[in-house]
């Protein structure tokens, strides 16, 4: 870390390894409302057991046959999504504000970092304007959704790396009947979720225009 830059250009990655969901929504909760304008930005890495969420969007019919995996209703933007194990979840908690940077511009830079990542990964991604995530053809591989309240932002992305995608088939992912989902270990059968851990924050990074500090990722 270099000590000459401001601690408000960083970004604080902690590795919050596999952890419940809601545990999860109410740190994030409480981080953003006790945050000022000297709060550093942070980025939680994290793996799921497996749970749906479904956004302020979202609607029952999209929630197929959940079976017994938990439904949690959430304030993030856009529809019902699926984590589980193997599923790379990022967790931004940004402020716009400072950076002077909107909603659709984050999502942009997110969206860029995954695809940039990939591409370290000779995997040929793209983004949708018309369906906020990162594809790989016609194939979903990340989903992204943000809460955004007094010009800070939390929730993030999910990268699908090396996940049972079954459960998919259990909703309309993100609000479309039919969406193909696919994960990094289709194209790169021997890629580990761990070692992408940090190539995924120093994209994220960059993207965000931070130095990275990493507080306990490997």
């Given amino acids: 870390m270099n000590p000459s830059i401001p601690s408000t250009s960083r970004l604080h990655v902690r590795d919050l390894g596999l952890a419940d969901y809601m545990p999860c929504l109410t740190a994030m909760r409480e981080f953003t409302h006790a945050r000022d304008a000297a709060t550093q930005d942070e980025l939680w890495l994290v793996e799921h057991p497996p749970v749906f969420t479904q956004g302020l969007a979202g609607k029952a019919e999209h929630v197929l046959a959940p079976g017994d995996i938990p439904v949690v209703h959430v304030d993030r933007g856009g529809q019902v999504t699926f984590h589980a194990p193997g599923q790379l979840v990022a967790y931004v ?107 995924l924050a120093v994209q994220l990074a960059t993207q965000l225009e931070l130095e990275p500090v990493f507080m306990d990722v490997t």
């Fill in 93 to 199: 908690l940004f402020d716009l504000a400072r950076a002077r940077i909107g909603v659709r511009e984050m999502v942009e830079r997110l969206e860029s970092a995954l695809i940039a990542l990939l591409t370290t990964l000779e995997v040929e991604a793209h983004a949708r304007r018309d369906a906020p995530g990162v594809y790989v053809g016609d194939c979903k591989i990340a989903s992204l959704g943000l809460k955004i309240r007094q010009g800070r932002c939390y929730h993030g992305l999910a990268l699908n790396v090396d996940m049972d995608l079954a459960a998919f088939a259990r909703i309309n992912p993100c609000g479309y009947a039919g969406l193909r989902m696919c994960q990094v270990r289709d194209f790169v059968p021997q890629r580990a979720l761990a070692t992408l851990k940090r190539p």
